[in-house]
């Protein structure tokens, strides 16, 4: 099993629309980042996406992702969940909607703001199968185990995916760490996790709590992502422990 970093970035990506690189070196390909998505992928071949972000068609095209087998949102925010129209060309082809999850409140959202994709309209197909996760615990050959997290006022969606005897998690968007988030991050081959910048956030975990939770949780690897200007790749690398990996996107990481 293993997890590919579509994305890597904050909601306005690296550089900024304006050409801002903040501390990352421009000349450094791994710091151009793109907004945050996953996908996980078992032996067998089936894929799960995690977020559909605003750059998804890109971060597909990048990545030779031309289907899926099923999308998971953590929230509603727009940079995880805008790309949305990208999956109808993944639904071309297919004999019914991609089997989509996430919590109520989001499951909500998404259908107030996106109807379209999840009823079909003007003739055009129904994209997304949309699903809460009450009762969900295995798709598409994944065991699927998840909780919500903190995000200042709000919440995000974390998910442990389990495989061919791995485990892989995504915790992005959080802002503490909970006791529930420790036991079900426990012993994890790898987490994926959020790590804004160095200096603390009000809804984003910095570079000190991603470290304390890998140690506190005994994960054996950690993957940084939704990494802002200030998180130059080299810089980044010559700071974590050996057993944590500096995300990128295109990044693929094995569990």
């Not at 909500?108 to 109807?115: A, D, E, G, T």
């Not at 997304?128 to 919500?148: I, K, P, T, Y």
């Amino acid at each position: 099993m293993k997890v590919i970093m579509l994305g890597t970035g904050t909601s306005t990506g690296v550089p900024r629309l304006n050409g801002d690189w903040g501390d990352c070196d421009p000349n450094e390909p791994r710091n151009r980042r793109s907004r945050v998505s996953v996908v996980i992928e078992s032996k067998a071949g089936q894929r799960v996406l995690v977020d559909t972000s605003t750059d998804l068609r890109a971060q597909f095209l990048a990545n030779g992702i031309t289907s899926v087998d099923g999308v998971f949102w953590t929230h509603d925010h727009a940079d995880h969940c805008h790309g949305i129209d990208d999956l109808r060309s993944l639904r071309y082809g297919r004999g019914g909607p991609i089997a989509g999850f996430a919590s109520d409140e989001t499951v909500r959202k998404l259908r107030q703001r996106f109807s379209y994709v999840f009823a079909g309209e003007y003739g055009y197909p129904t994209i997304v199968e949309l699903s809460n996760l009450d009762r969900l615990r295995m798709h598409a050959g994944f065991g699927v185990e998840w909780l919500q997290m903190p995000h200042g006022p709000t919440e995000s969606t974390a998910f442990v995916f389990d495989c061919d005897g791995k485990t892989i998690g995504y915790a992005t968007d959080f802002s503490e760490v909970t006791d529930d988030m420790l036991e079900l991050f426990t012993g994890l081959d790898v987490l994926v996790c959020d790590c804004l910048r160095r200096e603390p956030h009000p809804t984003h975990a910095h570079l000190g709590m991603a470290l304390d939770l890998k140690k506190d949780a005994r994960i054996k690897t950690m993957v940084l992502s939704h990494l802002d200007k200030s998180m130059d790749y080299r810089s980044l690398c010559d700071e974590v422990p050996q057993d944590v990996i500096v995300g990128y996107d295109g990044l693929e990481v094995a569990a």
